[in-house]
C-alpha cells in the first residue's frame, strides 16, 4: 500500500483556475434564469429601505472604464446593502435626449433639416434604444445586478410626463422665465450650453490694448486723453456699450514721450510702461474711480459713446483697470449693464458669424472677425499693441471647440427665490469625501440662473404656446393638459399635432382674439430631464423618496447633483438625495485622461477578455476613488494576482474540507484547541470590521482586510502548519476536526464576506459548501459572534507570533549558513524571559507543529550559540533521528514499530488503527 494512500490529501472540485473569460457569462445567464435577483428582492421585502438612485449614463457608444468604475461600485453597495438586511432594489436609468445622438445621426448622413421633425425624432429614439441595449448587456457582463428587463429612461411617455409635472409646478413658483442675457453658445453644436455642458482647454488668443478717446470728460479728464482697455476678444469690440472701472481703485492720467495722454489704473502705470513701450511717463492727474462714472468715450471705429461706468468686478491682476464692457456677450458685462439700462447688442448668429449689427464685419466667422478689428484699429491709430497668450478657455465638451458669450432670447430656471431654501438643504446631507459640502454649496452659492431651453428637436418640448399678440401661455391647466397627452403619446404629439390641437379643448385667451397660438419650438436642456429623475423614486412603490445615496463622478456637482437638487427643492421642497458619494474619473498609467486622440483607452471588454470581469471588480474594490484611479493593463495583471492569493488560498481550504459535514463533526468552540479559537476570534473581527467598511462604502478596506487575513493569519500562520495535522492525523482525529471546523467557518464566512464583489468566485466556491441556500449571492452576512476570552487569546496569541517571527529568523539564518534544508530537519532550543516562559506555558500548544519543526525544547540554562532576541534566546540546530516517510518529521522513533519501519511512532499507530491493509501487505513510498 502506497503512504500516499494513509493520507488525507485534500481534494476538491473547485478548479484551480477560474476560467473567468468563459465562465462568466455562463454563470450570469444562470442568474438571469434563476431570477436571483427577483429572488433577493423577495427575500428582503418588508425590512428597512436603502434607495441607491442611478445617475443615468449617455445612451451613446460602449462604456468605457469609467462606466466600469461607476456601476461596480453601485453593485458593491446594493448587493452588500441586500445582505445586510436592507430592501435596496436597483433600478438602472439612461440619458436618452440631446445633442450627441443628433450628431451621430448626422454622422451617418441624416439632414435633419430636410425631414419631418418627428420621422427625424423616430430616428433618434431608434438610435438611442439601439445604444442602450448595447451598454445594458456591457453592465451585465461586468456582474452588476439590477432591474435591467425594467429600467428608466428619458424618453419614455412616464418619464416624459413627469417631467413636464416638474416644469408645471415651478412655473407655478414663478421660477421659469423668458429673457435675453449672454449664455454659453456653442458655434459647433448651434445651441445654448449648461454650465455642465463646459469644460476647459488651453487655447492661443490676442492680447489687444486699445484707446478710446476722450468724447466727453466733463471737465474732469482732458479732452485729448484716452482710456485704454484690454482685450482677448477683439471681435467683441463692435458691441461695445461701455468702459467699466473699479469704484475701489485709483486712476492716473499719464503722459507719455511724445506727448500722449492716458488714463489707466494706478496700480497698472508700471506694468502699462513696461507692456507698451512708454518712456517718460509723467502722472498729471488721479481720481477715484467713481469720478470716471458717466464720462464719456468714443468707440473706436463706430459713430456711438461708450459710457464710462461702475463695477466690482474689475481686477488689478493684468489688463489696465478700465474693461471693455459689452453687455450682449459677457456675463458680468450683461449685469452691470442693466445697471445702467445699457443696450444688449448681439451682433453674432447661430453659426458664430457676426451678423449686420456690426457694419464692416458682418458675415465674418468671429475667430476671422479678430483679425478685421485689429486691421480696423490700427489704421485708426488707436491699437497701442497685439500680442498673443495661451490661456483656459471654455469648450463645448461634446464638439470640444470653443464657445462664446451670447445674447439670444432663452427660457431661464430662476435660482435666487429658491437659492436659500438649497443651501439650507445642503447643509443636511451626508458627503463622502467631506469636501463634496463645500463644492456644491458653492457652486449652488455662485451660480446665476439656469438656461432651460435648447434649440434642437431630440428632446423634450418646453409646454408653452404663444397669444397672437407673442404672449407667453404657461398656465397650470395648459401644461397639464399636454402632460397628460405626453404620457399617453409620448412627446411626439408636441412636434405632430398644431398648438390648438395640444391645448385643451375650450381654451381660450385674451391674447388670441382669434383663437390662433403657435407652440415653442425649443425643448428642454437634458440636465432638466436627467434633474427630474427623482420623480423615478416617487413613480415606482417600491422605491422611496428621498434616496438614501447619489453616487456619480466628481464632475456632477456641477452636472447631475446640482441639477437634481434645484429641481427637487423647488418641486418637493427637499433634495433628492440623503447623501451623495463622488468620485474621481479614470486615468491612464501616466495619470493621463484617457482619451481616443491619446490611444490610451482602456475598455473593459477587452479586460473581461483576457482577465475576467472579477478582476475589473476586484480593481475597483482595491483603488481609492475618492479622487482619480490611474489604471493600465499592468493594473490588472498586479490585481490578477491578489485574485489568484484569494482562490487559491479558498481552494486549499476547500480542499480540506471535503469531507467535513458540519451538522455531524463540527467541534464546539470551548473543545477546540486555543490556536483555532484564535483564528474564529480573529475571522469574527474581520466579520465586524468589513461589514462596517461596507456600512461605510469603504471597500477598499474590505479588500485590503480580507486579503491581510488571508495572506498573514491564514497563509503565513494558520494553514502553513495546518498540513501537519489535516494530511497526517486520521480522519476523526480531533485535532484535524478542530481545525477542519476553523477552516469551514472561515470558508463560508469569506465567500458571503466576498459576494459583493467578488460574485461569479464566490458561486463555484458555495457550490463546494454543504450550506442550506442554493446561491450565496441569497445569504445573508455572517452575524459577528463574541467570545469571553477573545482579549486574552488576541495577546496571546499575538505575542507567540511575535517570538514565531524571531524563530523564523533564525531558521532562515540556519537554512543559509546549510545546517538545515527545510524547517522539518530543525530542532529549535529556546531560552525564555520569563514573560515568553509564561506564554508558551500557557498555550498548552505543540509549538515544535506550530514552528514547523521537528523538535522544539525549552533550556533552563541560557545558550552559548544562540540568536539574540528582546524575549529570548533561540538555538538551530539539526534535530536527531530519522525522517518519517509519512509526516516528514525527524524524530528518533521512526522504526518502532517493526512492520512500519518508515514511520514514526505516531504515524505507526494512525496507520495501524486506520489502516490494517498497510500493516498486513507494508507501505510502499
Not at 166 to 188: A, H
Amino acid at each position: 500500500m502506497k503512504i500516499k494512500a494513509t493520507l488525507n490529501l485534500g481534494k476538491t472540485k473547485f478548479p484551480m483556475r477560474g476560467n473567468l473569460p468563459q465562465k462568466e457569462p455562463e454563470w450570469q445567464q444562470e442568474w438571469e434564469s434563476e431570477h436571483i435577483y427577483q429572488r433577493r428582492q423577495k427575500l428582503n421585502e418588508g425590512k428597512p429601505k436603502f434607495i441607491l438612485h442611478d445617475g443615468p449614463p449617455y445612451a451613446n457608444g460602449n462604456i468605457h472604464m469609467g462606466h466600469a468604475l461607476n456601476k461596480i461600485t453601485k453593485d458593491f453597495i446594493v448587493r452588500a446593502k441586500s445582505m445586510l438586511g436592507y430592501d435596496a432594489p436597483y433600478v438602472p436609468g439612461w440619458d436618452t435626449h440631446g445633442l450627441p445622438i443628433e450628431q451621430q445621426l448626422a454622422k451617418q448622413g441624416v439632414q435633419r433639416k430636410e425631414m419631418k421633425t418627428s420621422a427625424y425624432r423616430q430616428m433618434c429614439q431608434d438610435y438611442a434604444m439601439k445604444e442602450v441595449n448595447r451598454q445594458r448587456q456591457d453592465f451585465k457582463r461586468l456582474g452588476v445586478l439590477g432591474e435591467w428587463d425594467n429600467p428608466y429612461l428619458t424618453l419614455t411617455p412616464d418619464f416624459e410626463k413627469d417631467e413636464l409635472l416638474v416644469f408645471s409646478k415651478m412655473v407655478q413658483r414663478g421660477l421659469i422665465y423668458r429673457g435675453k442675457k449672454p449664455i454659453y453658445w456653442s458655434p459647433s453644436s448651434e445651441s445654448t450650453l449648461a454650465e455642465a455642458e463646459v469644460e476647459y482647454h488651453d487655447i492661443k488668443s490676442p492680447s489687444l490694448y486699445v484707446a478710446f478717446p476722450v468724447k466727453d470728460g466733463k471737465g474732469i479728464v482732458d479732452p485729448e486723453a484716452y482710456f485704454v482697455i484690454w482685450t482677448t476678444t477683439p471681435w467683441t469690440l463692435p458691441a461695445n456699450e461701455a468702459i467699466c472701472v473699479n469704484p475701489k481703485f485709483d486712476y492716473s492720467l499719464v503722459q507719455v514721450a511724445g506727448g500722449k495722454k492716458y488714463v489707466v489704473a494706478s496700480e497698472r502705470v508700471t506694468a502699462m510702461s513696461q507692456v507698451l513701450g512708454w518712456e517718460d511717463v509723467q502722472t498729471l492727474k488721479t481720481y477715484k474711480g467713481t469720478d470716471l462714472e458717466y464720462l464719456v468715450a468714443q468707440h473706436p471705429f463706430y459713430d456711438r459713446d461708450s459710457l464710462l461706468i461702475l463695477g466690482d468686478h474689475v481686477t488689478l491682476d493684468d489688463g489696465t483697470g478700465l474693461v471693455h464692457t459689452a453687455p450682449g456677450l459677457g456675463a458680468d458685462d450683461f449685469t452691470v449693464g442693466m445697471k445702467y439700462k445699457l443696450p444688449v447688442l448681439s451682433p453674432v448668429d447661430d453659426h458664430g458669424c457676426l451678423t449686420d449689427e456690426a457694419p464692416g464685419f458682418a458675415g465674418a466667422f468671429y475667430e476671422d472677425a479678430n483679425k478685421m478689428v485689429t486691421k480696423r484699429l490700427s489704421e485708426k491709430g488707436l491699437m497701442l499693441k497685439l500680442d498673443f497668450f495661451t490661456h483656459s478657455y471654455p469648450h463645448d465638451w461634446r464638439t470640444k471647440k470653443p464657445v462664446i458669450f451670447r445674447s439670444t432670447p432663452q427660457w431661464f430656471a430662476s435660482i435666487d427665490p429658491i437659492r436659500q431654501d438649497i443651501l439650507d438643504q445642503i447643509e443636511s446631507l451626508e458627503f463622502k469625501p467631506a469636501w463634496g459640502k463645500t463644492r456644491l454649496y458653492n457652486m449652488i452659492r455662485d451660480r446665476g440662473d439656469w438656461v432651460i431651453s435648447r434649440q434642437r428637436v431630440w428632446g423634450v418640448p418646453l409646454p408653452i404656446f404663444y397669444a397672437e399678440n407673442g404672449d407667453p401661455i404657461m398656465t397650470k391647466e395648459t401644461i397639464d393638459h399636454v402632460a397628460d397627452l405626453v404620457g399617453k403619446f409620448g412627446s411626439n404629439i408636441w412636434f405632430e399635432k398644431s398648438a390648438q390641437e395640444l391645448l385643451p379643448e375650450g381654451f381660450t385667451y385674451e391674447g388670441s382674439p382669434h383663437g390662433k397660438f403657435t407652440k415653442e419650438t425649443d425643448i428642454m436642456d437634458v440636465w432638466f430631464d436627467s434633474g427630474s429623475s427623482h420623480q423615478v423614486l416617487k413613480r415606482r412603490d417600491y422605491l422611496r423618496f428621498p434616496s438614501d445615496m447619489y453616487l456619480e463622478g466628481s464632475d456632477q456637482y456641477r452636472g447631475w447633483f446640482n441639477s437634481s437638487l434645484i429641481t427637487s427643492v423647488a418641486v418637493n421642497g427637499v433634495a433628492p438625495y440623503k447623501g451623495i458619494l463622488s468620485q474621481g474619473f479614470t486615468l491612464d498609467g501616466q495619470g493621463r485622461k484617457m482619451s481616443k486622440s491619446l490611444g490610451n483607452v482602456i475598455v473593459p471588454s477587452d479586460i473581461e477578455k483576457q482577465f475576467g470581469a472579477e478582476i475589473i471588480r476586484l480593481w475597483v474594490a482595491s483603488v481609492d476613488t475618492s479622487s482619480d484611479v490611474p489604471v493600465s493593463v499592468d493594473t490588472f495583471r498586479q490585481v490578477s494576482e491578489t485574485y489568484r492569493k484569494i482562490r487559491n488560498t479558498m481552494r486549499f481550504m476547500l480542499a480540506n474540507t471535503d469531507d467535513f459535514d458540519p451538522s455531524v463533526n463540527r467541534v464546539p468552540y470551548d473543545k477546540l484547541r486555543s490556536v483555532d479559537q484564535y483564528i474564529e476570534v480573529k475571522l469574527q473581527k474581520l466579520i465586524a470590521a468589513a461589514e462596517q467598511d461596507y456600512e461605510e462604502f469603504e471597500f477598499a478596506n474590505v479588500q485590503k482586510r480580507v486579503v491581510g487575513f488571508l495572506t498573514n493569519e491564514l497563509s503565513a500562520f494558520y494553514l502553513d502548519f495546518a498540513k501537519d495535522v489535516v494530511y497526517i492525523e486520521a480522519k476523526d482525529a480531533l485535532a484535524r476536526r478542530q481545525m477542519q471546523t476553523v477552516m469551514y467557518d472561515v470558508v463560508v464566512a469569506l465567500a458571503k464576506l466576498l459576494t459583493p464583489v467578488l460574485p461569479h468566485t464566490m458561486e463555484q466556491v458555495w457550490l463546494q459548501v454543504k450550506e442550506p441556500e442554493d446561491y450565496v449571492q441569497l445569504t445573508d452576512m455572517p452575524q459577528p459572534q463574541t467570545f469571553a476570552n477573545a482579549e486574552q487569546l488576541l495577546d496571546q496569541w499575538q505575542k507567540f507570533e511575535q517570538f514565531r517571527n524571531d524563530v523564523l529568523k533564525s531558521l532562515e539564518q540556519a537554512r543559509n549558513n546549510k545546517m538545515i534544508g527545510k524547517s522539518m530537519e530543525a530542532q529549535v532550543i529556546v531560552h525564555p524571559d520569563d514573560q515568553l516562559q509564561k506564554l508558551l506555558e500557557s498555550l498548552h500548544e505543540n509549538i515544535a507543529q506550530l514552528l514547523i519543526v521537528s523538535d522544539f525544547q525549552l533550556s533552563a540554562q541560557p545558550l552559548q550559540q544562540a540568536d539574540q532576541y528582546d524575549h529570548a534566546q533561540v538555538e538551530v540546530q539539526p534535530a536527531a533521528g530519522q525522517v518519517c516517510q509519512r509526516c516528514r518529521r525527524t524524530t528518533q522513533d521512526v522504526g518502532q514499530d517493526p512492520q512500519l519501519a518508515q514511520l514514526c511512532a505516531h504515524c505507526a499507530q494512525i496507520v495501524r488503527d486506520n489502516y490494517p491493509q498497510a500493516v498486513t501487505e507494508g507501505l510502499d513510498n
